[in-house]
């Protein structure tokens, strides 16, 4: 993630947890709605880090979800020659490509079908 990404993550959490700490403390959110979305909000920033991925790393997500390069891109909404270059490490994933492909490493293929 880049600094400025990373940054603007930062100051998201602080504001939300700010905004949810000043609700409960006025009475319009109780306790358990606090605590809920303290929760929530935690797990939203921790699970909107994306990681990198090396070719190998999505050579082996393709091969494990036992697919072929054609079949991969269609799901990823790249060509066939994009993934390959993925594949070979000429190019690096971002964007999308990279979201899904981290989805992929966590939760399996199932999870965009």
């Given at each position: 993630m880049t600094k400025k990404k990373e940054q603007l993550s930062d100051r998201f959490a602080r504001e939300m947890t700010e905004t949810a700490d000043a609700m409960h403390k006025l009475g319009i959110m109780d306790a358990q709605a606090h605590k809920l979305t303290m929760r929530e909000l935690n797990r939203t920033t921790s699970a909107a880090t994306v990681a990198p991925l090396s070719g190998a790393e999505i050579r082996k997500l393709r091969e494990q979800a036992n697919m072929s390069q054609a079949v991969?891109?269609?799901f990823l909404h790249l060509t066939v020659d994009?993934?390959?270059k993925l594949e070979r490490g000429?190019?690096?994933?971002?964007?999308p490509a990279l979201v899904l492909l981290n989805?992929?490493?966590?939760k399996g293929i199932e999870a965009i079908l």
């Open positions: 991969f891109a269609k994009h993934v390959s000429t190019k690096r994933p971002n964007g989805v992929i490493r966590r």
